[in-house]
């Protein structure tokens, strides 16, 4: 059974800094393009960062800059790095995993981030 399991939310004030981490189990970690995604309240699912098999990263024009995101092919993790947060950040941060052979997608429950200005 596939899971994709966020952690490292929490409270923070502007300025501050988290590290959100993701863990998969069950899929073949090593072949997935993996993604961050974040959905405020009363908005839709916004795209923040993504890497790919080869740690080629990219990343949304709001959060260019000021996070940084990595894979652990070791431990089968993702992680996002979120510096100079600011209030517009609070939002639900979603982890995804695209499976580059079956082009299935996993997406995990998600994290609660509050940046408090």
């Known amino acids: 059974q596939v899971q994709l399991l966020e952690s490292g939310g929490g409270l923070v004030q502007a300025g501050g800094s988290l590290s959100l981490s993701c863990v998969d189990s069950g899929t073949s970690f090593s072949r997935n393009v993996l993604d961050w995604y974040r959905q405020a309240p009363e908005k839709q699912y916004e795209w923040v960062a993504g890497i790919t098999t080869t740690n080629g990263a990219l990343y949304a024009n709001s959060v260019q800059g000021r996070f940084t995101i990595s894979r652990d092919n070791a431990k089968n993790t993702v992680y996002l790095q979120m510096n100079s947060l600011k209030p517009e950040d609070t939002a639900v941060y979603y982890c995804?995993?695209?499976?580059?052979?079956?082009?299935?997608?996993?997406w995990g429950q998600g994290t609660q981030v509050t940046v408090s200005s």
């Open positions: 995804r995993a695209l499976d580059g052979a079956t082009q299935k997608d996993y």
